[in-house]
């Protein structure tokens, strides 16, 4: 059976173990950068983008021979490998690689990356990504013409303005490595708003150094986290409420009438990777908001301000909605929401009245929705021995089909 030849690429030339391999392929993949090292061979050259149509030639040309696909460094390294695995299976490759860019990239700063986080925005849509980054020390990151180092540090920039987030701002610093192991190699170091100022290449690692943000285990307590006049979602209720949420490890959650924002917040720590868009229309609870996203560095929380359902239109769809204060809207936003809710998506209303219970209930049934509703009535022992107890408040879940 004829094989796959993947061969990583460091720098300007192949190296001389590599020409032998070349030679008895039948065919090569290879980038546009690459075609000129094999120039001077007959074979012909597919293109390795797009990679759908490179996997088809490259099955056709296996009928022939051996294939061999050129790649940058690591190929299995955030590379094609991944796809070529995919399509043929790990038993029809051999995979040779050179110097990842990760590699490289650590060597030029001087630095150990095995405490690294390693995040790629290279080929894919970037949503979310402020809040995956700032979640860590430090980062390292594959960008890409579109998702270039100066888009990355505006996006930051965006974010961290909008929360009001100076300190972090002033102390974030960016390292870029540009075109490595090429002729024209560039280092860059700089203020998110001097890297945001610049231009740069395709081919850039962006490494991001911060102070530690505080990220508490599951579990915060009411006392800290900032709210107005004990205007918050109890803990014992904030923790039914996630549960009955079963929230994805990525994808969209809503958090409408937000308050303090402590579910987000909450779901924020458990999934790091959901974006998490937070509407509310007080100015004193956006206030508050900010201040809890800055004091846990939740990130991927996103604060919408205005009244929903209007503030809804412009924000991704989601896979999970809590509604958590309505303002006398409930069956407008239970409806926009239904709308926009991905099939098998989950929609959570907390109904402190009797009259918000039967209203959801309805509306989510009417909706065709598969619902289900729990009542808890929670009780503290205080020291002391006093016992307060706090008004009964009903869970409503509706799982859209």
């Known amino acids: 059976m004829s094989r796959i030849e993947?061969?990583?690429?460091?720098?300007?030339?192949?190296?001389?173990?590599?020409?032998?391999?070349?030679?008895?392929?039948?065919?090569?993949?290879?980038?546009?950068?690459?075609?000129?090292l094999v120039a001077d061979l007959p074979h012909p050259v597919i293109d390795i983008a797009p990679v759908e149509a490179m996997l088809s030639q490259v099955e056709t040309a296996l009928?022939?021979?051996?294939?061999?696909?050129?790649?940058?460094?690591?190929?299995?390294?955030?590379?094609?490998?991944?796809?070529?695995?995919?399509?043929?299976?790990?038993?029809?490759?051999?995979?040779?690689?050179?110097?990842?860019?990760?590699?490289?990239?650590?060597?030029?700063?001087?630095?150990?990356?095995?405490?690294?986080?390693?995040?790629?925005?290279?080929?894919?849509?970037?949503?979310n990504l402020p809040g995956r980054i700032l979640r860590y020390?430090?980062?390292?990151?594959?960008?890409?013409?579109?998702?270039?180092?100066?888009?990355?540090?505006?996006?930051?920039?965006?974010?961290?303005?909008?929360?009001?987030?100076?300190?972090?701002?002033?102390?974030?610093?960016?390292?870029?490595?540009?075109?490595?192991?090429?002729?024209?190699e560039r280092l860059t170091s700089g203020s998110l708003a001097e890297i945001?100022?610049?231009?740069?290449?395709?081919?850039?690692?962006?490494?991001?150094e911060q102070p530690p943000c505080?990220?508490?285990?599951?579990?915060?307590?009411?006392?800290?986290?900032?709210?107005?006049?004990?205007?918050?979602t109890k803990d014992e209720v904030r923790a039914a409420t996630l549960h009955r949420l079963r929230l994805p490890a990525t994808g969209v959650l809503w958090d409408i009438g937000g308050g303090s924002g402590s579910i987000s917040l909450e779901a924020s720590r458990l999934c790091p990777d959901l974006a998490i868009r937070?509407?509310?229309?007080?100015?004193e609870e956006q206030a508050n908001i900010r201040a809890n996203i800055r004091r846990f560095g939740a990130y991927?929380?996103?604060?919408?301000?205005?009244?929903?359902?209007?503030?809804?239109?412009?924000?991704?769809?989601?896979?999970?909605?809590?509604?958590?204060?309505s303002g006398q809207r409930l069956e407008a936003i239970v409806e926009a929401a239904a709308v926009r809710l991905a099939d098998g998506g989950r929609m959570v209303i907390n109904a402190v009245l009797e009259r918000?219970?039967?209203?959801?209930?309805?509306?989510?049934?009417?909706?065709?929705?598969?619902?289900?509703?729990s009542t808890l009535a929670v009780s503290r022992r205080l020291p002391g021995g006093e016992v307060r107890a706090f008004n009964p408040i009903t869970l409503i879940t509706g799982e859209k089909r």
């Not at 961290?160 to 701002?169: F, K, N, T, V, W």
């Open 356 to 373: 918000t219970e039967t209203a959801a209930l309805a509306c989510l049934e009417r909706l065709g929705m598969r619902v289900s509703a």
């Open 63 to 127: 009928a022939e021979g051996d294939v061999a696909v050129l790649a940058s460094g690591d190929p299995l390294f955030y590379g094609i490998g991944r796809s070529l695995i995919g399509r043929f299976g790990p038993e029809r490759l051999t995979v040779r690689p050179a110097l990842s860019a990760l590699q490289l990239a650590c060597a030029r700063f001087r630095i150990p990356w095995d405490d690294l986080a390693l995040l790629s925005c290279h080929g894919r849509v970037a949503d």
């Open 6 to 36: 993947l061969i990583g690429v460091s720098g300007t030339a192949l190296a001389a173990e590599q020409w032998p391999l070349l030679r008895r392929c039948t065919a090569i993949v290879a980038s546009r950068r690459h075609r000129l």
């Open 300 to 325: 991927s929380i996103r604060l919408v301000g205005g009244e929903a359902p209007e503030a809804l239109a412009g924000l991704p769809a989601p896979d999970r909605v809590f509604i958590g204060g």
């Open 137 to 184: 020390p430090r980062s390292m990151l594959f960008t890409d013409g579109r998702n270039s180092p100066d888009w990355v540090a505006a996006e930051l920039l965006a974010v961290l303005a909008a929360c009001e987030d100076s300190g972090r701002i002033g102390a974030i610093r960016i390292r870029v490595a540009e075109n490595l192991g090429l002729g024209d």
């Open 214 to 232: 505080p990220l508490p285990p599951f579990g915060l307590v009411e006392a800290e986290i900032v709210h107005s006049r004990g205007l918050i």
């Open 278 to 283: 937070v509407v509310e229309k007080k100015e």
């Open 196 to 208: 945001a100022a610049r231009s740069f290449g395709p081919l850039n690692m962006m490494l991001i």
